[in-house]
């Protein structure tokens, strides 16, 4: 892999360290630990989606992103928290490195999609933040779940920490424009784009509920309507 002048500060750090069995030591052997841990949670979340259509007649899953944060990132993402370069610190402080985002049509859908990772016993769940309870003040709404997958290697097992966002079409559709909005200002958009962004944070919320219950009511009718039948 060709690497720029980032990864090189990235990966050049590993020299000053002396390398043991199974450690982990280039920027190109992260990156392949990563993807790998990356498509073992994609595959895991398809099944479960095709297992649901099976079972219920219902795909809970619009689709998946999956994405590995860029050398670039991880740097000032390091730098930011007060932390060197270093394959080490990556591995240790920046939990995104790999991430996956699950995009539902319902919120019930996230919380289902949730419990079905939870009860994967090769997935342990690290940390949760409910963000669909409890929005962030500026009107985030997203569910996320930081878990480790076991990566199996040739000579070793990596546990490998993932970055799981499950969320609505209209939540996924809000946070790109607020991340957007994030990068192009610098973190310090004008006060009324701020108030114009938080007041469509709630509009999305509301259309959540609608569309859910509206959905529920669907299923309800139809529900009874072929019981009248039978």
């Not at 099944?47 to 795909?59: A, G, P, S, V, W």
């Not at 259309?207 to 299923?219: A, F, Q």
């Amino acid at each position: 892999m060709h690497k720029t002048g980032i990864e090189k500060e990235v990966a050049g750090q590993v020299g000053n360290r002396t390398k043991n069995d199974g450690d982990v030591d280039s920027w190109t052997e992260v990156n392949l630990i990563y993807k790998a841990a990356l498509k073992q949670i994609q595959t895991k979340v398809e099944i479960l989606n095709d297992e649901f259509q099976h079972t219920h007649r219902y795909n809970p899953i619009e689709h998946i992103k999956v994405r590995i944060k860029t050398p670039e990132s991880i740097v000032k993402k390091l730098k930011r928290h007060g932390y060197e370069s270093t394959i080490d610190n990556m591995i240790k402080y920046v939990n995104d490195i790999a991430g996956i985002r699950i995009i539902c049509s319902f919120t019930s859908d996230i919380y289902r999609i949730a419990e079905m990772l939870e009860k994967q016993k090769d997935i342990r769940i690290y940390s949760v933040k409910d963000y669909i309870t409890y929005p962030k003040e500026n009107g985030y709404k997203s569910y996320h779940m930081l878990v480790t997958v076991p990566v199996y290697l040739s000579d070793r097992i990596e546990d490998t920490k993932v970055e799981i966002q499950i969320r609505t079409v209209a939540m996924d559709f809000w946070a790109s424009l607020e991340h957007k909005m994030h990068y192009k200002f610098e973190g310090d958009a004008p006060e009324h784009i701020k108030k114009e962004l938080v007041e469509c944070a709630k509009l999305v919320s509301d259309l959540d509920v609608r569309m859910l219950t509206l959905n529920e009511e669907i299923l309800a009718l139809t529900a009874y309507k072929n019981g009248k039948q039978q």
